[in-house]
């Protein structure tokens, strides 16, 4: 490469060589060759340290960058056919190149209710203009949550909402034999959606406890080897310790063997925000409510998924525009 070429700024969707320096939550920090960049390498693979591997970039953030891996399926693809808002780039690299972690029964019941009240409201289809209903959502940039039921279609839906976009959906039907999650749910989401008996809710949650848990759909598995050996409690507790004072976004998970949903526990920007018992539906301010879950089923197991700091940061448009999946011919 020459001088010319590395004073040039890099771009989302760009290919660069990047060399990993050392192990990091999540995967390694790494060196842009060529640019002398500190980087950010998310893998839940065990790499050689002072190897070099391709990646693409996806932003800069507080003199760091954020890559991806160039191999992972998906990356760039939608971007390689353009996108309307050269803004919404980076994250769209990043959604495609990292599928939703949640892999879930009952995976609706993930995302939590209102907690506030303050603003909830109960809608049918019938009786609205479900296009206009999410355009004005996104102009008034909600953050919170959009749950959809249509006995027609058999399903359950839900769609994470910051700022008026898409951080995370899931959707659920009797006539499918798992929960499709993210891009794929919104399709069928908004598909049906449409129908006349779809019952929608819309409602508010904190910015802290959306952003946490949208490290289930677009975050990394952080210590996965060892979330499968050490009891949930330590494991929890020791990842809880080290992402919280590196200040980082996680969500923390109890799972059983059956991949059924016990627990959430919600870190965001290095501060604990509470937890969450799925199956009580309960949110409690600490986490002791986690902690009390996984001591009384000593059978469950503990995972922690980081989001970025780069990606909740000035340099991303997090989320995607909801707008979009109404259009006629987007759902699938």
């Given at each position: 490469m020459t001088e010319s070429q590395t004073n040039k700024p890099l771009r989302p969707g760009q290919a660069i060589m990047c060399k990993l320096l050392e192990k990091e939550p999540g995967g390694y920090r790494g060196v842009i060759l060529s640019y002398d960049i500190d980087a950010f390498v998310p893998s839940r693979d065990q790499l050689a340290l002072g190897s070099s591997v391709p990646t693409t970039f996806v932003c800069m953030h507080n003199n760091r960058a954020l890559v991806t891996f160039a191999y992972v399926v998906g990356?760039?693809?939608?971007?390689?056919?353009?996108?309307?808002?050269?803004?919404?780039?980076?994250?769209?690299?990043?959604?495609?190149?990292?599928?939703?972690?949640?892999?879930?029964?009952?995976?609706?019941?993930?995302?939590?209710?209102?907690?506030?009240?303050?603003?909830?409201?109960?809608?049918?289809?019938?009786?609205?203009?479900?296009?206009?209903?999410?355009?004005?959502?996104?102009?008034?940039?909600?953050?919170?949550?959009?749950?959809?039921?249509?006995?027609?279609?058999?399903?359950?839906?839900?769609?994470?909402?910051?700022?008026?976009?898409?951080?995370?959906?899931?959707?659920?039907?009797?006539?499918?034999?798992?929960?499709?999650?993210?891009?794929?749910?919104?399709k069928r989401m908004f598909n049906d959606i449409k129908n006349d008996d779809a019952q929608i809710l819309v409602y508010e949650l904190p910015e802290e406890i959306v952003l946490s848990m949208a490290s289930l759909f677009i975050g990394c598995p952080v210590h996965e080897e060892e979330s499968a050996d050490k009891e949930a409690v330590g494991f929890i507790n020791e990842t809880l310790n080290e992402l919280e004072e590196d200040g980082?976004?996680?969500?923390?998970?109890?799972?059983?063997?059956?991949?059924?949903?016990?627990?959430?526990?919600?870190?965001?920007?290095?501060?604990?925000?509470?937890?969450?018992?799925?199956?009580?539906?309960?949110?409690?301010?600490?986490?002791?409510?986690?902690?009390?879950?996984?001591?009384?089923?000593?059978?469950?197991?503990?995972?922690?998924?980081?989001?970025?700091?780069?990606?909740?940061?000035?340099?991303?448009?997090?989320?995607?525009?909801?707008?979009?999946?109404?259009?006629?011919g987007e759902a699938e």
């Open positions: 990356t760039t693809e939608r971007v390689q056919f353009g996108l309307k808002n050269e803004d919404e780039t980076p994250f769209t690299i990043w959604a495609d190149s990292y599928p939703s972690n949640v892999k879930l029964r009952r995976a609706v019941d993930l995302i939590m209710p209102s907690i506030t009240g303050t603003l909830a409201y109960s809608l049918n289809a019938r009786d609205c203009d479900v296009p206009q209903l999410i355009a004005d959502i996104e102009a008034a940039g909600l953050t919170g949550c959009i749950k959809a039921t249509s006995e027609e279609a058999l399903s359950r839906s839900a769609v994470l909402l910051y700022k008026g976009r898409a951080v995370g959906c899931i959707y659920g039907s009797k006539n499918l034999p798992e929960a499709h999650l993210f891009d794929k749910a919104l980082e976004t996680a969500c923390f998970t109890l799972t059983s063997d059956e991949k059924s949903s016990r627990g959430l526990g919600f870190l965001c920007r290095g501060k604990r925000s509470g937890s969450f018992s799925i199956l009580e539906q309960i949110f409690d301010t600490s986490f002791e409510q986690l902690f009390k879950l996984a001591e009384n089923e000593e059978a469950l197991q503990g995972n922690a998924y980081l989001l970025p700091r780069e990606m909740i940061s000035d340099s991303v448009l997090l989320g995607y525009s909801m707008s979009s999946y109404c259009s006629p």
